[in-house]
Nanobody, 122 residues
Framework: QVQLVESGGGLVQTGGSLRLSCAAS????????MAWFRQAPGKERDIVAA????????YYSDSLKGRFTIARDNARNTIYLQMNSLKPEDTAVYYC???????????????WGQGTQVTVSS
């Protein structure tokens, strides 16, 4: 019913930038919050950033130190993740997700994209 389609992943050198997109579709789409998560090889899936749909308020993981920016385009039901100053440690599969709950926990998100691979080479 609700579909999240991601794009924008790829291979980039250390210090480069990448912009991920996630387009949501469905007969009714009105989440409380959407978010980006990532899962590196051998690691757990952790939140990167989240955005509240109604007012655009944002949350960022402390580990990102201001390098990533989340944004939304309400008219297109799309969220973005602008990633700057990329490091090899940012290499992971990145997922977008949506939830109707007030949460930052991955298990409580109801809808997920397919994931897109981001690889940062040194």
């Amino acid at each position: 019913q609700v579909q999240l389609v991601e794009s924008g992943g790829g291979l980039v050198q250390t210090g480069g930038s990448l912009r991920l997109s996630c387009a949501a579709s469905g007969r009714t789409f009105s989440p409380y919050r959407m978010a980006w998560f990532r899962q590196a090889p051998g690691k757990e899936r952790d939140i990167v950033a989240a955005i509240t749909w109604s007012d655009g308020s944002t949350y960022y993981s402390d580990s990102l130190k201001g390098r990533f920016t989340i944004a939304r385009d309400n008219a297109r039901n799309t969220i973005y993740l602008q990633m700057n100053s990329l490091k090899p440690e940012d290499t992971a599969v990145y997922y977008c997700a949506a939830t109707n709950r007030v949460t930052l926990v991955a298990a409580r998100y109801d809808y997920w994209g397919q994931g897109t691979q981001v690889t940062v080479s040194s």
